[in-house]
């Protein structure tokens, strides 16, 4: 499936607000985006705002949002803090959903000892490892690991990440899976209660969402978008996570070309197409 059918109704564009991830999805893995900056500059015209929301930490998307010139509120570390400014006084604000990151990496410890594997943190590894793994340079590094609200971990063999369901609820915890590393959160903190927190922070519950992810810690925002869009890697979209979408009967748009690409075509044509 190349592309499908919406079921979106929407009045304006008023009424749309974009929530994308970033890894792998707005950006290819060595951190391009190039290929969408005509479309955010496009949908900048059209008022349309575009939040972002990722498992990257505050201090990584305040340079991003920079570069691309936006300005609208993010959403970090998979959904455990939101964060914005208000536009007539800049004054910062931030909304608080996840659990803090000593009282997280304590419960990782715990899970080593309970499945018998040790889980290693992100944070837990040297600079030389972090750099090999993310292809992140130095202060790169240094902001990824500015965490507050989740714990980022290597992803263990499959067999020990089927085992770690069956402790979410004794800790109350969720864990979601990306591409290159698993992400313990509470159990209050995903992207798609965020962007809920988010909609009735801002008195925009009437809002519809388009939501573009690409991996498997990207599915509670992609079940709770008015449109959900795919964006597949070089080699094609993450399985676990369409699979995850088919068992879960949630309708997508796959998009036609990788990362921001496939972004910026997917945006364009559903809007141009249905709402233009």
Not at 212 to 223: A, K, Q, V
Request: proline share 5%.
């Amino acid at each position: 499936m190349a592309y499908a059918s919406t079921t979106m109704i929407i009045k304006t564009t008023r009424d749309i607000i974009i929530v994308s991830d970033i890894d792998g999805t707005l950006m290819d893995h060595e951190y391009d985006l190039s290929p969408a900056i005509g479309t955010i500059k496009w949908l900048q015209q059209l008022g349309i705002p575009i939040v972002l929301c990722t498992s990257k930490t505050a201090a990584e998307v305040k340079v991003i949002r920079d570069f691309i010139n936006i300005n609208d509120p993010y959403i970090v570390e998979n959904g455990g803090a939101i964060y914005g400014s208000n536009p007539k006084t800049n004054e910062e604000w931030e909304l608080i959903l996840g659990r803090c990151y000593r009282d997280l990496r304590d419960v990782l410890d715990r899970l080593s000892n309970d499945i018998k594997f040790q889980l290693t943190a992100l944070n837990d590894l040297g600079y030389k490892d972090i750099k090999k793994l993310t292809g992140l340079n130095d202060s790169q590094v240094t902001l990824a690991l500015d965490r507050h609200w989740s714990v980022p971990f290597l992803n263990p063999p499959e067999e020990y990440q089927l085992i770690l369901n069956n402790y979410l609820d004794l800790y109350d915890i969720n864990i979601y899976q990306g591409n290159r590393m698993s992400h313990l959160l509470g159990r209050n903190s995903h992207k798609g209660k965020a962007v809920s927190a988010l909609k009735k922070f801002l008195n925009k519950s009437g809002s519809s969402i388009i939501a573009l992810g690409d991996s498997p810690n990207d599915l509670p925002l992609l079940e709770i978008a008015d449109q959900a869009i795919v964006v597949p890697g070089v080699n094609g979209p993450n399985q676990s996570l369409i699979n995850d979408l088919m068992r879960n009967n949630i309708n997508y748009i796959l998009a036609p070309a990788p990362h921001a690409k496939g972004w910026s075509f997917s945006i364009r044509k559903l809007l141009e197409e249905y709402y233009l």
